[in-house]
Nanobody, 125 residues
Framework: VQLQAFGGGPVQAGGSLRLSCAISRRPAWRTIMGWFRQPPGKEREFVAAISLSDGSKDYADSVKGRFTISRDTAKSTVYLQMNSLKPEDTATYFC???????????????????WGQGTQVTVSS
């Protein structure tokens, strides 16, 4: 399985971006897709995750109400709609995939076995 994330770029604070993560082949029904980000000089952190089977979602507190994760199973693509962006959202964003994961593991980067290459998001004030 290969993942390709794209859609990043520069944006002003308050603006929006939509990231996409394309999956190279149709994922298993119970796959969990996650978005993570890594700010400069910091560790990778959880942003959002979605279950491809039932669409259930989870978000980091820092993005709740601003970011929305969604899926298009027909296109094997997962999206991250980012609104009301802040300078602290600046980071490299990665998508990740893994088979069956318990809900409490969705936010843990080490639980995911497949990663995309990352796309840079830069929010200027």
């Amino acid at each position: 399985v290969q993942l390709q994330a794209f859609g990043g770029g520069p944006v002003q604070a308050g603006g929006s971006l939509r990231l996409s993560c394309a999956i190279s082949r149709r994922p298993a029904w119970r796959t969990i897709m996650g978005w993570f980000r890594q700010p400069p000089g910091k560790e990778r952190e959880f942003v959002a995750a979605i279950s491809l089977s039932d669409g259930s979602k989870d978000y980091a507190d820092s993005v709740k109400g601003r970011f929305t994760i969604s899926r298009d199973t027909a296109k094997s693509t997962v999206y991250l709609q980012m609104n009301s962006l802040k300078p602290e959202d600046t980071a490299t964003y990665f998508c990740a995939a893994e088979g069956t994961l318990i809900r409490s593991s969705w936010s843990i980067p080490a639980q995911y076995g497949y990663w995309g290459q990352g796309t840079q998001v830069t929010v200027s004030s």
